[in-house]
């Protein structure tokens, strides 16, 4: 019980920080000293700061997407709720990502791609296993293929404007590019 406490107050304290300066600008000492730990009693938890900051994005997003899918309404039109949940999770996770540590860091930083990549990887795990949970497809197991396609197709778009967006001018309307124009189409291959 105590090591759960430990382990909440490292994820706390790092989360404040985190949102506070950015995650470059936060270091495993200021989250020690804010979590009344010692610096090596973080990293009996998390082996690196991007390990703690993986966890603190993967807890976050699945808590969001999980209220986003309690909370959507089930419409009977399956392309409508689909489209909607996609868009808001596909929006939810460019937000976090940019909150915390920033896209032109993550575009300069070579040390960012193995980090985006296992980021990238199990944030797929969690969407598929989440939206899976949605009244659609235990209503209809019909829909899984279709419904890992469209998670798998929408991750990987959203996370290529992240890259080649320059400014928040240029994110808007790639976002509202796939909303109109591209998550139409992946949404009719996905719901047959």
């Known amino acids: 019980m105590e090591l759960d406490r430990v382990k909440e107050s490292i994820v706390q304290a790092a989360h404040e920080l985190f949102r506070r300066y950015g995650y470059h600008k936060t270091s495993v000492n200021e989250i020690a000293r804010k979590a009344k730990v010692a610096k090596a009693t973080i990293y009996k938890y998390f082996a690196s700061k991007e390990l703690l900051l993986h966890h603190i994005f993967l807890t ?13 309404v089930n419409e009977e039109n399956a392309a409508k709720y689909l489209s909607d949940l996609i868009f808001k999770t596909c929006r939810l996770t460019y937000a976090v990502c940019n909150e915390y540590i920033g896209w032109d860091f993550i575009r300069e930083s070579t040390n960012s791609q193995g980090f985006l990549k296992m980021f990238s990887d199990d944030l797929e795990k969690l969407l598929i296993s989440s939206f899976f949970e949605t009244e659609l497809v235990k209503n209809d197991p019909e829909y899984a293929d279709g419904l890992r396609f469209l998670i798998k197709s929408s991750k990987s778009i959203v996370f290529s404007y992240a890259f080649t967006s320059v400014t928040d001018v240029d994110v808007r309307r790639n976002f509202l590019m796939f909303q109109k124009e591209i998550l139409p189409y992946l949404i009719k291959a ?3």
């Open 60 to 72: 976050y997003i699945s808590s969001s997407v999980n209220n986003m899918i309690r909370n959507s």
């Open 190 to 192: 996905a719901v047959k």
